[in-house]
């Protein structure tokens, strides 16, 4: 198998864009609508993406209730209930759920993601997350947020005890002798027995081996504990980067990691983020991003400001006029000077700085110029796929499909079928021996 550009697709029925779900052309109800969520599936599988993927936060996803009432971000289906209906509608694409691992036992995850994977017959995927949004602790009875390190260091755990319950039984371990009386021999079972920090865990786990031994494991850690992490665990390491320069560094780096880690590099992707816009003229595509933009209401506009910059309340302030002295605070301070530096090197207002965070930075242009963009980070070692998030929906899903997708098979980036049956056939990656 030759290595193809893979393609997966982060998937928020409200869009990606914060307010994208008010695009005249947007299906704002989207979000809790089960057909949608099967139609824009189906579509992706016709062009051929590799995976369905849902991001999670175990919480209202931000903290501002009045700007949050003015998005489609309150609420959202779990992701693994959704996946698993999923599973019953498409037969090719993977099935990608983000699940914590601080707000969880393993346990739980092991067993969730290996009905999964017995449900979509080998399409399973578990992007690992440690948490980062402060709000998920009140849901859980803490006061605080775990701290960063400690948050990795049981995720380490985490992620060794839910491989060790994937292993409980062989992948022989099943015989449904019936003549015998035997429905799994008792030989092949490798109960995990562990004594943590963390976590007492005698298993085994109740469902046997998942199809593909141990469904694919995704990370997205940024720090460097969040990047040792992903090199020691990560198979699919989600990432944003700004440009070319950045995602090349970032894929060299982090492959290094990975052998440093003592693991293959050639068994790991990385799917940087892309946010596509498509239109007939590079002009029109600028447009749709400006028409976007437009739908910012002051509220959030303020509200993304204040999230990126630090803490500081901008209630009151006039939108459209320039940041106020900004103090400094514990939040990163890298990116309060970054910000802030932009804002008065590019004389910008309060809004005109938001609608730079607002679609995750969209790039707009003609199905070629996304296609040549796509090859170029691909060719370059920054890229092995992408994570698509589309900015509203269906429209941009539909016109990706349509027009970026043929020009990548074109250019025998993009195969045109699957030719594996399993997620990790697909992506070219090994399937896990049980390791006891
Ligand atoms: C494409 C992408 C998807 C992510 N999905 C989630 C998610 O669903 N839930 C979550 O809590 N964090 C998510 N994150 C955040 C990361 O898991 C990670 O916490 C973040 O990049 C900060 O890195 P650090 O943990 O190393 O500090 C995502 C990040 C990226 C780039």
Same mark, same amino acid.
């Given at each position: 198998m030759t290595r193809h550009l893979a393609l997966s697709a982060l998937v928020h029925g409200s869009g990606?864009? @914060? %307010?994208?779900?008010?695009?005249?052309? !947007? #299906? !704002?109800?989207?979000? $809790?609508d089960f057909a949608f969520h099967a139609e824009l599936a189906r579509l992706l599988e016709r062009g051929r993406f590799d995976a369905f993927f849902v991001a999670d936060v175990v %919480?209202?996803?931000?903290?501002?209730l009045d700007s949050l009432s003015? &998005?489609?971000? %309150?609420e959202h289906f779990e992701p693994l209930t959704l996946l698993s209906a999923l599973s019953t509608v498409t037969s090719h694409i993977g099935l990608v759920g983000t699940a914590t691992t &601080?707000?969880?036992?393993p346990y739980h995850i092991a067993r969730k993601f290996a009905s999964l994977d017995h449900l979509s017959h080998g399409r399973a995927g578990w992007n690992i997350v440690t948490s980062?949004?402060? $709000?998920?602790?009140a849901n859980f009875g803490r006061a605080e947020h775990l701290d960063h390190t400690l948050r990795y260091r049981r995720a380490d755990e985490f992620v060794d005890v839910v491989r060790q319950l994937w292993d409980?039984?062989?992948?022989? !371990?099943?015989?449904?002798?019936v003549a015998g009386a035997?429905?799994?021999?008792?030989?092949q079972l490798r109960p995990p027995e562990h004594h943590g920090e963390h976590f007492r865990v005698r298993g085994? $786990?109740? @469902?046997?081996?998942p199809p593909q031994g141990h469904p694919v494991l995704f990370q997205a850690g940024s720090s460097e504990t969040g990047q040792d992490f992903a090199a020691r665990h990560g198979e699919v390491l989600f990432t944003a980067q700004p440009d070319l320069a950045a995602a090349q560094a970032f894929s060299t780096g982090i492959k290094a990691r990975v052998t440093a880690a +003592?693991?293959?590099? +050639?068994q790991v992707r990385v799917w940087p983020l892309l946010s596509p816009l498509v239109a007939g003229t590079e002009a029109a595509a600028r447009r749709k991003v400006a028409e976007l933009d437009d739908l910012l209401h002051d509220d959030v506009a303020r509200r993304l400001v204040q999230d990126n910059i630090g803490?500081?309340? $901008?209630? +009151? #302030?006039?939108?459209d006029g320039p940041l106020p002295e900004i103090p400094e605070s514990n939040r990163s301070k890298s990116r309060r000077d970054l910000l802030l530096g932009m804002a008065r090197r590019d004389d910008l207002t309060i809004r005109q700085l938001a609608r730079r965070f607002s679609g995750g930075s969209i790039v707009a242009g003609t199905p070629e110029q996304l296609a040549d963009r796509m090859q170029e980070w691909f060719t370059s070692g920054a890229a092995d796929g992408f994570t698509v998030s589309f900015p509203y929906f269906p429209g941009p899903a539909i016109d990706f499909v349509q027009q970026v997708v043929p020009i990548l098979r074109r250019r025998g980036?993009?195969?045109?079928? #699957?030719?594996? &049956?399993t997620l990790r056939e697909n992506l070219g990656l090994a399937r896990p021996e049980v390791s006891r």
């Open positions: 990606g864009h @914060i %307010a994208g779900w008010r695009h005249p052309e !947007a #299906y !704002a109800a989207g979000q $809790l %919480a209202i996803w931000g903290h501002q003015r &998005t489609g971000r %309150a &601080t707000y969880h036992e980062v949004v402060p $709000l998920e602790a409980s039984f062989s992948d022989k !371990a099943v015989v449904r002798d035997r429905y799994y021999d008792p030989d085994p $786990l109740n @469902i046997s081996r +003592g693991r293959d590099p +050639g803490d500081v309340d $901008l209630t +009151g #302030y006039p939108v980036l993009v195969p045109d079928g #699957y030719h594996g &049956t």
